[in-house]
């Protein structure tokens, strides 16, 4: 079985040339939704930098490894 959530991907494109504030949703999203794989190591830093919790990742609870 897939670790991709191929539904919520179709439903929730990442906008072209994103915004700082745009990546940091879509990703929240998608750690919520979607365990195909972690948070880029950028967007945990845009949480960081503004002193922001880093969502809980799907991916690193269902990892195999």
């Known amino acids: 079985m897939s670790k ?3 539904q919520w991907h179709e439903a929730n494109p990442m906008p072209k040339n ?3 504030e745009q990546r940091m949703a879509w990703h ?3 750690t919520a939704n979607c365990p195909c794989r972690a948070m880029p ?3 945990i830093r845009l949480f ?3 002193g ?9 609870k269902h990892s195999d490894g």
Do not use: D, I, S
């Open 28 to 30: 929240t999203g998608h």
């Open 52 to 60: 922001l919790p880093v969502p809980e990742q799907l991916a690193l």
């Open 41 to 43: 190591a950028g967007v």
């Open 18 to 20: 994103p915004t700082p």
């Open 48 to 50: 960081t930098e503004r």
């Open 4 to 6: 991709l959530n191929r």
